[in-house]
């Protein structure tokens, strides 16, 4: 495709004017799908680093908002897991909840699962929500609307900064002392953290036709957790419930990280390695999917 002074346009990519030309900006029906994968991931990659200046603008916006008119601020990112963390405790002193053999004291097993889950849940719910909280800014400003998604992730990385600072405290308050293998427990996270990102943007998408995908999807995921050994140690009396639980990928993905905090090495490396990889295909087919997928539905906002 060439535009009206004979220069050749990519997808829809700006070509640079002449100086006493006027910009020309051309269109076709579905160009952004024509595109083949490794040029479409690429052509991602630079409009989201030439997005960089608005995704800081953003962030620092939504940051400023969450501290106005609030008493704890963004002390709330630590302390609304920590509520939910002291429910699952008192549900296991009380008889409610057998957890099993979890090798260290059940408070901190628990929040370093919490803390695992809630890197896939955090940038999950921010992805999901990028194009319906930012709906008159879509509409009002042409932009790179991957902007949105990575500034909804930066805000998700603070939460999960700050539940990793929790995390540290909570070993020397119970004297427990990671293995060296725990160097490696944020780099672990990176799957769960696609994970979540590329659910997330695939809701995104539908999220913007259907409001109540989001709801169900959140749903669902409060259920999946209930498959996955968050909360209680993976080896359950029920075979049935053993065998579904080792066939739920998220299982690996939960586990792995724990056991190298724990024990300095993955008890099912292989199994994680899979889940791994399985986490980054999804993510780089759900940002494809979003690039061709969100100039059609943005007018719905």
């Known amino acids: 495709m060439t535009t009206a002074t004979g220069q050749a346009c990519v997808g829809d990519e700006r070509r640079a004017p002449m100086p006493d030309e006027p910009e020309v900006m051309v269109y ?3 160009q952004r799908a024509r595109l083949g994968v490794l040029q479409c991931w690429c052509l991602m990659a630079s409009r989201l680093v ?8 953003l962030f620092r916006r939504d940051v400023l908002a969450a501290t106005q008119h609030s008493v704890l601020g963004l002390a709330w990112i630590v302390i ?11 549900m296991s002193r009380a008889g409610v909840l057998s957890p099993g053999d979890t090798g260290v004291p059940y408070p901190l097993f628990v929040l370093i699962g919490a803390t695992t889950w809630g890197v896939f849940m955090a ?5 999901a929500a990028s194009l319906t909280s930012n709906g008159s800014l879509i509409l009002h400003a042409r932009f790179s609307h991957e902007a949105l998604v990575t500034q909804q992730a930066a805000q998700a990385l603070v939460s999960v900064t700050a539940n990793l600072v929790v995390l540290m405290l909570a070993f020397l308050l119970f004297g427990v002392w990671p293995r060296w293998g725990a160097l490696l427990f944020p780099l672990s996270l990176v799957p769960m953290l696609l994970l ?5 943007m695939c809701v995104a998408i539908f999220a913007v036709l259907v409001h109540d995908v ?6 669902l995921l409060g259920l999946l957790m209930f498959l996955t050994p968050v909360i209680y140690a993976p080896d359950v009396s029920d075979e049935r419930l053993q065998q579904l639980i080792w066939h739920n990928p ?7 990280p724990r056991d190298l905090l724990l024990a300095g090495s993955m008890g099912h490396a292989q199994g994680y390695a899979v ?8 993510f780089m087919l759900s940002w494809r999917l979003f690039f061709i997928a969100e100039q059609k539905v943005v007018e719905k906002v």
Do not use: D, N, Q
């Open 28 to 30: 076709e029906p579905e």
């Open 50 to 57: 030439r997005s960089r200046e608005l995704v800081g603008r």
């Open 80 to 90: 609304s897991p920590l509520v939910g963390i002291a429910s699952w405790v008192f």
């Open 123 to 127: 940038f999950f719910a921010s992805a």
């Open 196 to 200: 979540g990102t590329g659910l997330g």
């Open 214 to 219: 989001t709801k169900v999807a959140m749903t």
């Open 250 to 256: 998220m299982t690996y993905l939960v586990a792995g």
């Open 275 to 282: 889940s791994a990889a399985a986490a980054v295909g999804l």
